[in-house]
């Protein structure tokens, strides 16, 4: 998944490409997941409650979530170009090395202009081929380099792949960290074709969904544009993760995932 090696990049993607089905179908893990409704339901209509206001209600509002993996990288500034003209709020889930301490600045625009920041690993190492400890640098180092910046440690992370089983998911919930899978992915990790990324992604979109794409990779960016205004036209509101599940809060440990439309 790094731009900086041709090699390890070709290599990343093959992995990808390998578990691409695995990550979304996580049978295999044991591990329960929690749609947007189910945490919203949870909740009750308590305006009141959470931390997060209630700019929308994505009870009454067809909502969407953007996500991008795996940055910052070269591209992201324009990416927040294109979020800030549209006015569109997404959620960010970072890689440490290489990439929030190789970009700070652009880690700080993305706190200052409404963004969420959340986790993606230090090194994206497969967190269920870990060990409790190596779990736990994984996502401190990450958690650390983003407060430093920031000033805020993320409540939000995606285990690489979207590979999780119970022993992430304790560490998780140690660290005040809820995981967050996806329901719409683009592949664009295998394309550099942004009129397909664009297509894949609007097939997939519905209600509550979590749309995963990656702003390292060549196609993505200028894909974005078309997928936001055809979603607009659509009548979707852009949210970040927390607003989806507001009133509810993301409970460290749990894992969400919206079912597919």
């Not at 009141?48 to 910052?72: N, W």
């Not at 959620?91 to 090395?97: A, D, N, P, Q, V």
């Not at 664009?198 to 519905?206: E, I, N, P, S």
């Not at 078309?226 to 507001?246: H, N, S």
Request: proline share 7%.
């Amino acid at each position: 998944m790094f731009r900086f090696r041709p090699g390890r990049r070709r290599a990343t993607t093959r992995a990808l490409l390998a578990t691409a089905s695995l990550a979304l179908a996580l049978g295999a893990c044991g591990v329960d997941t929690v749609t947007p409704q189910d945490a919203r339901r949870e909740a009750g209509t308590d305006d009141k409650r959470g931390a997060v206001p209630r700019r929308v209600d994505c009870a009454k509002v067809k909502c969407i979530a953007l996500t991008f993996d795996a940055g910052p990288g070269k591209d992201t500034p324009r990416l927040l170009d294109v979020l800030k003209e549209k006015q569109v709020p997404a959620t960010f889930f970072l890689l440490g090395r290489k990439h929030v301490d190789r970009y700070p600045e652009v880690v700080k625009r993305m706190a200052g202009e409404g963004h969420e920041i959340a986790n993606h690993t230090w090194t994206h190492e497969i967190l269920t081929d870990l060990d409790e400890p190596e779990i736990r640098d994984q996502l401190l180092r990450t958690q650390d380099a983003i407060e430093a910046i920031t000033g805020r440690k993320p409540t939000l992370m995606r285990p690489p792949q979207g590979r999780t089983d119970d022993k992430v998911s304790e560490v998780s919930r140690e660290l005040g960290l809820a995981q967050v899978l996806w329901s719409v992915t683009a592949k664009d990790y295998s394309t550099t074709d942004s009129e397909l990324i664009r297509q894949r992604v609007l097939d997939g979109a519905h209600r509550d969904a979590i749309i995963l794409l990656h702003d390292i990779y060549d196609g993505t960016v200028p894909a974005v544009p078309p997928i936001i205004d055809e979603l607009k036209r659509r009548g979707f509101t852009f949210v970040t993760v927390p607003e989806l599940l507001a009133p509810g809060e993301a409970r460290p440990g749990a894992v969400y995932r919206p079912q597919k439309g």
